[in-house]
């Protein structure tokens, strides 16, 4: 769990940091609907092969890619798993015993993993180069629209900011709490499934009450400093868009105009 990183903020110097919050948020959402798009492998390829140049470019390292995809690899097979359940079409790949393993299993779930990979890769490529504050006043900055129809854009703002913020911290608290089980004897790892399960609950309840915790303490410092949800703020930082930020956003554009039309000729 001390692998984590998503949501950490990696403090380099790199042209993808100094860009506005707002283009990278934008040019996020755009990636990400053109990965939805069936543009088969060669536009997969072509999405990779973007979001590797601006991994480069913001001076990340693999490994620290690689740690926020660890997670996923689990989800990844039991997707395979569930899908050659359930996916009967396509030729017979192979069979054990009774049960057949179908082309079409494989393929979709491999549809499934890269669109994954490739979603956690540019969300880790934002929340690594952009900063919680700067990524709060970018999300306010584009929710504004929707402020004259109620919606109270700086709210949600803040929100997704500290959630962003506290993952790592949580996982932390993770960690930290099983060190501390484990030293009292609990064992998580072996044992029957009822005292697998008393383990976790014996994680899990100490985590709850540490995230409430935390989360009281932030209530109050807020508070404390004067916040009050609704009231017209002022900002010592204002946001402004440069000729990288539009060149960032028309990249993300082209992208996707790439996708939309190998998945119409393809």
Known sequence: MGDFTLG????????IHKLDPRAKIGAMLLALIAIFFPAGWLGYAIIFTVVACVIMVAKLSWKFIWKSLKPMLFMLFFLLVINALVVKTGPALFSIGSFTVYLDAVTQTCYIAVRLLLMVMITTCLTSTTKPLDMTLGIEDLLKPFA??????????????IALRFIPDLIEETQRIMKAQESRGVDMKEGKLSERVMAILSLIVPLFVSAFQRAEDLANAMEARGYAPGEKRTRYKVLKMKAGDYVLLFGAAALLAVMILLAYFI
Request: proline residues 14%; charged residues 15%.
């Open 148 to 161: 004259k129809i109620g919606v109270p854009a700086h709210e949600i703002a803040m929100l997704i900011s």
């Open 8 to 15: 950490r903020y990696m403090p380099l110097n790199s042209p």
